[in-house]
Nanobody
Framework: QVQLVESGGGLVQAGDSLRLTCAASGGSFSAYGMAWFRQAPGKEREFVAAISRSAGSTNYADSVKGRFTISRDNAKNTVWLQMNSLNAEDTAVYYC????????????????????WGQGTQLTVSS
């Protein structure tokens, strides 16, 4: 099972941009569909974005579509989440997740689809 470590969170102002990084180790990264989820205080964990094993398919939550971009580099065992035009509603702990799958192009949006999780990184957007 791959181990995941997120980084790049912090305190930013509304309208700023930030990039989160998820570094994978201990497994065959290219065999995992990857995603970002987030959880705000008092709320359930919610899907943000997903990318297929081959990076040929992506999916985004409506709330971030057009502002966030997920990408990956299998040679670097890394997945990123580029976040632009941040607002206070984006404040949350962001989690990287991996789903071992034989399907090269599938993307998944349910937390239960993922079997590897990072510890999370906090993003706070001040308005």
């Amino acid at each position: 099972q791959v181990q995941l470590v997120e980084s790049g969170g912090g305190l930013v102002q509304a309208g700023d941009s930030l990039r989160l990084t998820c570094a994978a180790s201990g497994g065959s990264f290219s065999a995992y569909g990857m995603a970002w989820f987030r959880q705000a205080p008092g709320k359930e964990r919610e899907f943000v974005a997903a990318i297929s094993r081959s990076a040929g398919s992506t999916n985004y939550a409506d709330s971030v579509k057009g502002r966030f971009t997920i990408s990956r580099d299998n040679a670097k065992n890394t997945v990123w989440l580029q976040m632009n035009s941040l607002n206070a509603e984006d404040t949350a702990v962001y989690y990287c997740a991996g789903s071992y799958t034989h399907n090269v192009r599938s993307v998944y949006s349910r937390p239960t689809d993922y079997d590897s999780w990072g510890q999370g990184t906090q993003l706070t957007v001040s308005s």
